[in-house]
C-alpha cells in the first residue's frame, strides 16, 4: 500500500490521510460508547499522527472528499468530547459518593469505638 504524498502526489496523499483520520475517529466514538477509554487514547494518538503528516493548509490540491473526511472527523470528534465529559462527571459522583461513604464508615467506627 502506497502511504506518502511523494509516491501519491497531492490530492491522493490527503485524502488518504483524511479518510485515515475519520476512520480512526469513528472508532473512537465506538470506543467511548463501549467505556474503552484506552482504546480510545490509542486511536487518539493514532489520529493525531496521521493529521501531523496531513499539510498545515488544505490548498487547492485537496479533493473535496478530504474536506468532506475532516468535516464529519470533527463533528464525530464532538460526539466523543461530549461521552467523555459525562464519563468525567460520573467518576467525579461515584469518588464523592465513596468519599462520603468512607466518611461516615469512619465516623460510625469512632462512635462505636467510643462505646
Known amino acids: 500500500m502506497v502511504r506518502n504524498r511523494d509516491e501519491l502526489g497531492g490530492a491522493a496523499a490527503v485524502e488518504l490521510h483524511a479518510e485515515r483520520v475519520l476512520e480512526l475517529t469513528r472508532q473512537m466514538l465506538r470506543c467511548a460508547r463501549q467505556g474503552d477509554?484506552?482504546?480510545?487514547?490509542?486511536?487518539?494518538?493514532?489520529?493525531?499522527?496521521?493529521?501531523?503528516?496531513?499539510?498545515?493548509?488544505?490548498?487547492?490540491?485537496?479533493?473535496a472528499r478530504a474536506r468532506q473526511c475532516l468535516a464529519e472527523s470533527l463533528e464525530i470528534e464532538e460526539k466523543?468530547?461530549?461521552?467523555?465529559?459525562?464519563?468525567?462527571?460520573?467518576?467525579?459522583?461515584?469518588?464523592?459518593?465513596?468519599?462520603?461513604?468512607?466518611?461516615?464508615?469512619?465516623?460510625?467506627?469512632?462512635?462505636?469505638?467510643?462505646?
Open 80 to 115: 466523543v468530547r461530549k461521552l467523555m465529559v459525562a464519563e468525567r462527571d460520573r467518576l467525579g459522583d461515584e469518588s464523592r459518593k465513596e468519599m462520603q461513604l468512607r466518611t461516615a464508615s469512619d465516623a460510625y467506627r469512632r462512635a462505636s469505638d467510643g462505646v
Open 37 to 63: 477509554w484506552d482504546s480510545v487514547m490509542e486511536r487518539d494518538k493514532l489520529r493525531n499522527k496521521q493529521l501531523g503528516e496531513m499539510p498545515d493548509e488544505l490548498g487547492a490540491d485537496s479533493s
